[in-house]
């Protein structure tokens, strides 16, 4: 006697299309774009989803989480300065105590969590799709993303004619780190202007970058190590209570300018 169902391959296919498809074509139209699947885009993309906003973060890998997972010297282990264990808590992720207001947890474990908490709250994703270009409107606000998949940047130039597609927002956040990918393509235009990430200085940098995160641009919201290079700030390493941090002040910035209340 049959252990499974009987459906074959082309239900798995129809199953795997129809349920792709029909996700894209619902956040073609989103409320706010995350570009960037690292601690600071989930952590965003936790707390505008859990407000009931439609939110999609997309991620060039064909993972989530960015350096969230490795942690310092593909150790696996991430630091949290105090008051960033809170957000562990929340996520229900066990940490020790390295020394006073310094904690240290395994970084798959609480990577695992935080994607978990942004899958739960109702964020989708977009994985092994990259950001080319940004989409703008009247008086040059940002309104969307041009998107395409991240292997055709593999194929040979005289082969990669593969047009993007265009995802509307109302917000986009830029999450992509120190490349600050949407902040950079804004600068290309002649519209914004960066100054490039600092040098390491972990005591100055977090709580910088969690002061600076906010609206960089008409439409564009900054988070995590994007903001380090927009304004030149100094790099971090391998701590992530600013990244944590960054992101919900990101998700605070966005409600609102959306004008919708935080969920506490």
């Not at 129809?18 to 936790?46: C, M």
């Not at 202007?193 to 940098?205: D, I, K, L, P």
Request: aromatic content about 8%; overall charge neutral.
């Amino acid at each position: 006697m049959a252990l499974f169902h009987p459906a074959g391959e082309k239900e798995v296919t129809k199953a795997i299309v129809g349920g792709f498809l029909r996700q894209f074509e619902q956040y073609v139209d989103s409320d706010v774009i995350i570009i960037g699947g690292g601690p600071a885009g989930l952590t965003a993309g936790r707390d505008l989803a859990r407000t009931g906003l439609k939110v999609l973060i997309v991620e060039r890998n064909n993972y989530i989480g960015g350096g969230f997972w490795i942690g310092g010297y593909l150790m696996n282990k991430v630091t949290f300065r105090a008051p960033a264990q809170k957000v562990l808590d929340e996520l229900g992720v066990p940490y020790e105590k390295a020394i006073e207001g310094l904690y240290v947890a395994d970084g798959p474990h609480a990577c695992s969590k935080l994607i978990a908490a942004a899958c739960d709250a109702g964020a989708k994703f977009a994985n092994m799709t990259i950001f080319d270009d940004v989409i703008l409107r009247e008086g040059n606000r940002v309104a969307g993303a041009v998107i395409n998949w991240t292997p055709v940047t593999a194929l040979p130039r005289e082969i990669t004619c593969v047009d993007p597609v265009g995802i509307e927002a109302k917000l986009v956040i830029d999450a992509t780190g120190h490349d600050a990918c949407v902040a950079r393509k804004l600068e290309q235009r002649g519209l914004l202007q960066t100054v490039g990430f600092g040098a390491m200085w972990v005591e100055r940098s977090e709580d910088l970058v969690v002061e600076h995160t906010g609206e960089a641009y008409p439409g564009l919201i900054v988070a995590g190590m994007s903001v380090t290079t927009v304004y030149g700030l100094p790099r971090m390493g391998p701590t992530f209570g600013a990244m944590l941090l960054s992101g919900k002040r990101a998700a605070e910035v966005a409600l609102a300018s959306l004008k919708q209340p935080a969920k506490r």
